[in-house]
Each structure stands twice: as structure tokens, then as C-alpha cells.
């Protein structure tokens, strides 16, 4: 069932905040928008509207924390990566605090808000403070199972979802050993890493390839950080052409983490695609997958060329 | 306790933190200097802070929000025997655990990392919410700069203080004057702080914060104060209790030569 991964985020906060008394969630007055509006209708006691403040919430998430409570944090992607950036920085993740911040309506398919609210840097900002983890789950079953790891993990994260409904990967039988990555289809010669949404347009690339007698491999790549390093060399090491594919900014994000591994382990020629380092605009969220060229048909050509 | 005794200890601290600096020869004298009282009330007379319960948070807690006078916690630590004093002769020195703004995981009874100013408060109200939402008594408190009430995050905190009626909480302004680039009326027209907070809800207390009765008596009023959290705007002197020290905004972040030491620590009373 087609679900938007801030959707699953919501319904599974819900869940763990009947089950653990010590979770509590934060939001900047977006609680309708992040979901966490769930988690509020069981456990209104244990959920703070911080208002359009995200400095001070993440500053509100740490002192709980401090305190032995789990706080999850969530606002847009935009706002509680950017705004509270610093204060993830120095009151988060200097003194190593579990919070879990997650992000909603990351990438260009917040749509029609346009580029103010499209978070593209957010893997990249929060992957470069030491000791923050950074995942980005694909569908709803990974959500699900991810917001419920965290919640155990004991140190800081950054959990980017998006707003625009997501086809499934995985069913609520898949079993997920995060941070390990996940092959979704087992092909050969080509290997693409997809993060988020781009796992379902790179299975979609993978499936329209196989009439033309091409089957790349599709990794999962959900947990950016830490990264599954053994995982990723036995990819390259298996697969003589790699892309990587991302809704986020060419720099600092996918595509780096895993030219990074390649540059140290396996060194191989790596298409990345994603933002061009530039902004997005308004428009539907399809529609900006198609102008960005992040859809599978832009995987589908990129893997053909490679192929040629 | 006696005024006397409280002013021994807080003569000791003054003298810890001129060697601390000394020592270094780097960090915050002035803004260290002008909250010494107020830090010798509250531990010796408030927080039940000990060396034994010094990691747990089933105590009273406090954010120096003011990161930068580290030095005054460190000493402060010192004297209540939570950290050996010895130690204090490796701030801001390379491999130790007096950081040059404090870091929560290195020494116990500092309960929040700070040093980036506007971000401490924040932290001392989760504090605050967090011992309501379980039940625990003990109080929260945070002492804050003149100056760093120019960063937009405290106001947020404080509206946000206010809206969740944290009256466990107990924030302090060291009202010295002085920031880097001059007097906080010069550099931004920082006036009317209590207004400020009375403005948002908050419960406005204005003190003398070299006046120990007033100090104690504040505190006292803050504790008995219900439903709304109290601010207490304390008229400091920076570098307070080293003549040429006093006022000069030069002393922010310098540390003294050899002679300069000397002068403050004879001043200070020290042999």
C-alpha cells in the first residue's frame, strides 16, 4: 500500500510512545504536517508544540535527553536541519545526546512550496557532525522498522522522510539489519545505490532494463550513516559500472558517502545522480522528479550508456 | 551559612580562577569574576550538589549558559570537593578534561555542554519539563549572560519557558554591562532586560549580585515562586573583586601576565 514515509513515521511513534514511557516528542508547530500529531493523540502529556522555534526545540530536546528521556524532534527537513543546525551541533551531538530528529518533507517533492522548503543539503550538513547518524528510509515497512532501531540506538540521529506518497519496497514481514545496506534487486555488471525514493525509481529502472536484457543491481542504501562499508566494497567489488542516486544535492550526500568507500577500498568510476547543485522550484512532485531528471528513466539511460 | 564564610569561599574561587587563566594563559576572567557571588550562593547555599551524587541527575542541576566561565565553574566544582583542585592546572591544556567551555562528559557536575551562547537555557528548560514529566523535584538553573541575551534563541526559550510554566526554573542574568565590543547599550542598545522577561511571563527579580542577603534572598523568592519561571537580573561588576580588572571590558578574554597574577592574587588576599 502506497504510503508517504512521514505517514509511518507517525503511526509508529504512536506505537512507541504507548510502549516506552521515557519517548517524547517535540515539533515546531508542524505536527499535522510531520505526523507526529499521532504520537500526541496517545501521549499528549508527553508532547511539546515548541512553536515556529526549532533552535529552541532542539535545545529543549537535548536537556530532555539529558535527563534520560528519548526525545524525537521533527519539523520540515528545511527547518530542522538548517535553522537548528548549530544547535544540533554544540547541544546534540558535542555532548553525544539521544535525540532523534527527524525530518519531513525532505528533497524536491515537497512540491508545490517551492525551493525555500526543499531541503537538498540535509544528508550533507548533518553527515558532517562527528558522531550524527543519518538515515533515509524508502517506504513505510523501512520507516517503521528504522524509527523503532533508533529508538534503542541510545546516541543522535537524523532521520530524513518525505511528504509525497511512496510506492512499497518491503512488506511488514521484511526484517532489516540497519546499518547494513539492502540488495533490493540482484543483477550484474551495473550497480545502483538509491537512497529514499529513489530505491522505487531505480527498481523501476531495473525492471524496464530486463527487456532490454540488462538487471542492474538495486542497493537500499538507508542508513548514510554509518555506512556499511563491507557491504558496499563486496557491491563494488561484484559490478563493474556503479551510479548512485539521490533526491539531495550531488555534494555531500549518497553519491559522496559512497565515491568515499570506493576511493579508499575499490576504486571505480561512479555515475552520481542528483541535484546538480542547484535549487528547486513549484511544481508537482512528479514533475520535479522529471525536470531534475531523478525518475527511472533517467537511471534507465544512464545505466544503457554505461552498458553501450 | 555565614556572609563571612560564603565570602571565603568566594575570595577562594576568585583566586582559583585568576590561576586558572594565569596558568593557561588563555580564557574569560572578567565574566568569570562578576558571577563568583552568585555561583558561591547557589552551591553552598541551594544545590544539593555533592562529590557522590555528582552524575546523577536526581539532584539539583545547573547550565552554564555563559560557557565561557568555565573557569568559574571549574573553581566552583573545586571548592564543593567534586573536583580534585589540582586538576584545575590543566584548563584549556591539551589532553584534558577541563575544556575551555565545559563538556557535560568530562566532569562530573557539569550538567550541560555549552560554549555557543543563546543554547543553554533551552537545554536547562528540557531539564525543567523533564523533571515535572517524572516527577522529580529538584530545580534547574541556568546562568546566562548580558550579552548573550542578544542571541534570538533565548527569547524563544524564554516564551516557550513561560507558555510551559516551568516554575522549577531559575535563570540568572549576569548583568555586568560588557560584552567584546563594549557596553551591551553601545554594541545593541540591550536595555530594560527584566522588563524583557516580565514581558513574556516570566517572574522578574533585580538584585545586587555581589550582595550575598540579596543573592540568597532572590533564590529563596524564586523557589517559593509558582506557575511561572523566575529570572534573576543581577548588577554585576565584571571582573569584580581585581581593582584593575573591574570594569574594563579589555578583560573579557585576556588572561593576566606574571605580574598582573600577582597583583590580582594579593589583592585577592592570597599568600
Known sequence: ?308 | MKNSELQEHATHIRQNIIKEVYNAQSGHPGGSLSAADILTVLYFEFMDITKENALSIDRDRFVLSKGHASPLLYAVLAEKGILPEEQLMTFRKINSKLQGHPNMNYVPGVDMSTGSLGQGLAAADGMAIANRLAGNPHRVYALLGDGECEEGEVWETVMAASHYGSDNLCAIIDHNGLQIDGTTHDVIGLDSLGDKFLSFGWHVIRINGHDYEQIRNALMEAEKTKYHPTVIVAETVKGKGVSFMENQVAWHGKAPNEEQMKEALKELGAE
Open chain 1, 1 to 308: 500500500m502506497a504510503m508517504a514515509t512521514r505517514e509511518a513515521y507517525g503511526h509508529e511513534l504512536a506505537e512507541l510512545v504507548k510502549e516506552n514511557p521515557r519517548i517524547v516528542v517535540l515539533d515546531a508547530d508542524l505536527a499535522g504536517s510531520t505526523k507526529t500529531i499521532e504520537a500526541k493523540k496517545v501521549a499528549p502529556e508527553r508532547f511539546f508544540d515548541m512553536g515556529i522555534a526549532e533552535a529552541d526545540m532542539i535545545g529543549h530536546a537535548a536537556g530532555l535527553a539529558a535527563s534520560g528521556y528519548i526525545p524525537f524532534a521533527s519539523s520540515f527537513a528545511m527547518f530542522c536541519t538548517g535553522r537548528a543546525w548549530e544547535q544540533i551541533r554544540n547541544s546534540v551531538a558535542y555532548p553525544h545526546l539521544n535525540v532523534k530528529i527527524v525530518g519531513t518533507h525532505s528533497g524536491i517533492t515537497v512540491g508545490e512550496d517551492g525551493a525555500s522548503h526543499q531541503a537538498i543539503e540535509d544528508i550533507a550538513i548533518m553527515r558532517a557532525i562527528p558522531g550524527m547518524e543519518v538515515y533515509v528510509p524508502c517506504d513505510a515497512a523501512e520507516t517503521k522498522a528504522l524509527i523503532r532501531y533508533v529508538s534503542t540506538t541510545k546516541k543522535p540521529c537524523y532521520v530524513r522522510l518525505g511528504r509525497a506518497s511512496v510506492d512499497d519496497v518491503y512488506d511488514d514481514t521484511t526484517t532489516f539489519d540497519f546499518p547494513r545496506i539492502k540488495v533490493v534487486n540482484r543483477g550484474e555488471k551495473v550497480a545502483i545505490f538509491a537512497t529514499g525514493l529513489e530505491v522505487q525509481e531505480a527498481l523501476k529502472a531495473a525492471k524496464n532494463l530486463q527487456s532490454y536484457g540488462m538487471n542492474p543491481t538495486v542497493v537500499d542504501v538507508c542508513s548514510i550513516k554509518p555506512l556499511d562499508e563491507a557491504g558496499i566494497v563486496d557491491i563494488l567489488r561484484t559490478h563493474d559500472k556503479i551510479i548512485t542516486v539521490e533526491e539531495h544535492n550531488v555534494i555531500g550526500g549518497l553519491g559522496e558517502a559512497i565515491s568515499s568507500v570506493s576511493t579508499n577500498r575499490e576504486p571505480k568510476l561512479i555515475t552520481k545522480l542528483g541535484m546538480p547543485d542547484c535549487f528547486g522550484e513549484s511544481g508537482k512532485p512528479r514533475e520535479l522528479l522529471e525536470k531534475y531528471r531523478l525518475t527511472y528513466e533517467t537511471i534507465c539511460d544512464a545505466v544503457s550508456s554505461l552498458c553501450d
